[in-house]
């Protein structure tokens, strides 16, 4: 009876749903950039970066990001990876890219949070 009632135990832990062990559904599904859209539509909205007057003197630059997409379709956790030319000070970019807004794909009805790289290029002439 001893024996039994170890195995039966054993048997209801590995075979019942562990929190710990259970996928988390705020980690997002890391996703190459080219594939974004597969889950995620953007949703244009006009946006005209604040800080670009600082960048008085360059001509044009280019900075790459790191962001998540949450289940709402917002943009959270931006990440500059590195911005061209060195020094620049990318916080228009991030700007940029928190204020985008996604919609869902039709292959994403769930809403899967996804974390991608986007490369954001301002000319600066243009935008002053």
Do not use: C
Not at 80 to 108: C, D, G, H, Q, Y
């Amino acid at each position: 009876m001893y024996k039994r009632t170890i195995a039966l135990l054993f048997l209801l832990h590995t075979i019942s749903p562990s929190a710990a062990a259970a996928p988390s559904e705020t980690e997002p599904l890391v996703v190459e950039s080219s594939k974004v859209s597969s889950y995620w539509t953007a949703d244009p909205r006009p946006f005209s970066p604040a800080g670009v007057t600082q960048l008085r003197g360059v001509k044009s630059t280019e900075v790459e990001v790191a962001y998540t997409i949450n289940k709402n379709g917002k943009v959270t956790d931006v990440e500059v990876l590195s911005a061209k030319p060195e020094n620049t000070n990318a916080t228009w970019a991030v700007r940029a890219i928190k204020a985008s807004r996604f919609i869902a794909s039709a292959s994403n009805a769930d809403h899967t949070p996804i974390r991608s790289t986007a490369t954001v290029t301002l000319n600066a002439e243009s935008a002053n």
